[in-house]
């Protein structure tokens, strides 16, 4: 049976507590209904013979006509989130406060990509309007930056300029999930008490009353141990300044015994010496590759 007790240098006070994940960037829409006109009577007598008004029916704009417009609209939003999010990770910032900052930088690449993919043309018809937008030509410029790092050489075919923006997302991506994990460890400290062992009894009474809440941690607990571990392998712990290999190895430790405990209360053998054996595993062996 895991000892989640005798561990005693595993003190989470220092994760982030602070987090925000409302979306700052939500756009209301509204919908305006024209104002209908009152036709208008001359006299009383009778009744002026009423005039047919032909309306001209809206032409349909085809998607040569609507795409760059539209794909220039969203670039103009969505690139100063991606400078946001380039400014928390030179910081070196992953802290769960960044989870949506990072998120929305994501989307703005994505879209990046989703233009150059798509049609190349539309993005060389926006090339003018990308180079007078001061955050858009700097997004750009980034993108490239990192290609002529890893090649030693401008992209210049659309495939490498392609190629240049998936770098981007790949960034954004592994910042993201690492500002994920952290905003994990806030939800984990909700189940442990000072000592810092969890707290069987406040699990077991969320069990028995069927707290949604707790199901809902318990898939997010088990989605980011995988990435925790998935971390350490590739040596790339660092969450936040301060926040290393050492503290994945704590919130996997804690996790997998919250998840062992919840699943043997639950009568799930078969996932209960699941992650019974990785929290005996990382408790033993302590892993670190920083």
């Known amino acids: 049976m895991p000892d989640d007790k005798k561990v005693k240098d595993t003190d989470l006070d220092f994760f982030d507590i602070d987090v925000d994940l409302e979306n700052p960037f939500a756009e209301e829409t509204r919908e305006q209904k024209p104002r209908s006109s009152t036709p208008s009577r001359k006299g009383p007598a009778e009744p002026d013979t009423p005039v047919r008004e032909t309306l001209a029916e809206p032409k349909r704009r085809s998607s040569k006509d609507f795409n760059p417009d539209m794909d220039m609209l969203l670039l103009t939003a969505?690139?100063?989130?991606?400078?946001?999010?380039?400014?928390?990770?030179?910081?070196?910032?992953?802290?769960?406060?960044?989870?949506?900052?990072?998120?929305?930088?994501?989307?703005?690449?994505?879209?990046?990509?989703?233009?150059?993919?798509?049609?190349?043309?539309?993005?060389?018809?926006?090339?003018?309007?990308?180079?007078?937008?001061?955050?858009?030509?700097?997004?750009?410029?980034?993108?490239?930056?990192?290609?002529?790092?890893?090649?030693?050489t401008a992209p210049e075919a659309d495939h490498e300029k392609l190629s240049a923006f998936e770098k981007f997302e790949s960034l954004f991506r592994d910042a993201a999930n690492k500002a994920s994990i952290s905003n994990s460890m806030k939800s984990l400290k909700k189940y442990m008490l000072m000592s810092g062992s969890i707290d069987e009894i406040k699990v077991k009474d969320r069990f028995n009353c069927g707290a949604p809440e707790l199901a809902s941690d318990i898939k997010n607990f088990e989605q980011?141990?995988?990435?925790?571990?998935?971390?350490?392998?590739?040596?790339k712990g660092e969450i936040a300044k301060g926040l290393k290999g050492r503290d994945l190895n704590i919130y996997i430790i804690k996790t997998s015994y919250l998840l062992y405990y919840y699943y043997?209360?639950?009568?799930?053998?078969?996932?209960?010496?699941?992650?019974?054996?990785?929290h005996n595993n990382y408790k033993k062996y302590f892993i670190i590759r920083d």
């Open 264 to 278: 043997t209360i639950s009568g799930n053998d078969e996932k209960a010496d699941y992650f019974g054996r990785i």
């Open 224 to 235: 980011h141990i995988k990435l925790a571990h998935d971390l350490l392998q590739k040596g």
């Open 78 to 152: 969505q690139s100063p989130m991606i400078i946001e999010g380039m400014k928390s990770y030179t910081r070196g910032d992953f802290s769960s406060s960044t989870l949506s900052i990072y998120t929305e930088a994501l989307k703005g690449v994505s879209l990046y990509i989703k233009i150059l993919d798509r049609n190349p043309k539309n993005y060389y018809k926006l090339k003018a309007l990308i180079d007078s937008d001061t955050d858009c030509k700097e997004v750009e410029e980034i993108a490239f930056n990192l290609y002529k790092k890893l090649h030693n």
